[in-house]
């Protein structure tokens, strides 16, 4: 399975804004601090936006704030944001198809490739809505100094 760039970049967005006080920051400082792309931050903004996880202040003081603590944050919550809810796995019933598919009586039973990868994906997804972003920041916290680099970079 591969996440597009824009869950890693909005994960550390969301942890970003925590550490300064919830925000609000404008997009393209946000970007800068990492040295990403302004406009491709700045969709993925919009996607979290949307799910309600950040609000946009206008104004010429205003960006992006955190919508709710991040306790209230799961991984899943920002991997759906960002990625959408669809199923990862798409099963085309292959085990229908050709020479195998023409000599085999039809299927009465869900397929075991497709319900096997149904349980994985519901596993990752258990996992993901398990951890919430408070758990990450208070990891970032031991670490010295990253609260001190973010509020100096972006305040």
Not at 42 to 60: D, E, Y
Not at 115 to 130: F, G, V
Request: with cysteine.
């Amino acid at each position: 399975m591969r996440m597009a760039k824009g869950v890693e970049w909005a994960l550390h967005t969301l942890l970003n804004l925590d550490m300064i006080g919830g925000g609000p920051v404008g997009s393209g400082q946000l970007a800068e601090a990492h040295g990403l792309s302004a406009s491709y931050l700045n969709k993925q903004l919009q996607q979290l936006a949307r799910a309600g996880l950040v609000v946009s202040v206008p104004g010429p003081r205003g960006g992006f704030r955190l919508a709710r603590p991040l306790e209230a944050i799961t991984l899943l919550d920002v991997v759906e944001a960002i990625e959408g809810s669809t199923q990862l796995f798409h099963c085309t019933e292959i085990r229908c198809c050709g020479k195998i598919g023409e000599l085999s009586p039809p299927p009465t039973d869900t397929c075991a490739v497709n319900a096997a990868m149904r349980r994985a994906e519901e596993a990752w997804r258990q996992a993901l809505a398990a951890q919430c972003l408070a758990d990450i920041r208070g990891e970032l916290d031991r670490v010295p100094m990253v609260r001190q680099v973010v509020r100096t970079v972006l305040e």
